[in-house]
Structures are given as structure tokens and as C-alpha cells.
């Protein structure tokens, strides 16, 4: 049963991991759009701010969760390797690890990145 509890570790690392680090990608991309005044071109062009921000919020989301990906394999072979001990995870506990509670952790992102878009820049939503 000890097994089982550090496997259900590995949960926490999305709902710790993705919004934190996605939130500064996300800071990121719209300094890079600030400084370069690129939002400009890209609503010239007939493209709604919402495709814009689902653009922004997808390359956003791949990033952060391949981190994830190779975080999580990181801890479980640091457990593997350095304590011997191998994580197990059951479907239940895949299934949140890998699918639940990532898109939990980017619907989170994406309410504030679009918060924090719609403040910075209010002009562009309307």
C-alpha cells in the first residue's frame, strides 16, 4: 500500500506544475506581443481575439505538459532508481494523473491567462 500513495504522488505535479509554469510562458508571450505590437497584425487580418488567445493558450498547454511528461518520468525513476522503488499506478490513478487533472490544471490556465489578456489589453476583446 506504501507503493500506491507515492505513485498518487505524482498527481500533485500537474495541478502544481502546469499552472505555475504555464502562467509564465503565458507572461512571456504577451510581453513578446507588447514590445513587438504583433497583435496588431494579426487582428488587421480578420482573426478573432479568441483565436488568438486559443493559439496562445495551445502552444502554452503543449509546452507545459511536455514538462510534465518528462517531470513525471524524472520523479519515477528518481524513486525507482535511487529508493527502489517502482511507482504503481492503477487506471484510476492514470487516468487523473495524465488526462484529469491536466486539463483541470490548463482550464484553470486559461481562465487566467485570459484574465490576465482581457486587463493588460481590454482594447483588443471588445
Known sequence: MPVLII???????SLLGIPF???IILARFLYEERKENAVYVLLASGISPIIIWLGKMTITFIIVY?????????????????FGIPLVLNANLFMITFIVAPLLSFGFLSILGYLFWALKTPSYLV
Open 66 to 82: 511536455l514538462v510534465f511528461l518528462i517531470s513525471t518520468l524524472i520523479y519515477y525513476l528518481v524513486f525507482l532508481l535511487f
Open 7 to 13: 505513485g498518487s504522488s505524482m498527481l500533485y505535479l
Open 21 to 23: 509554469l504555464g502562467n
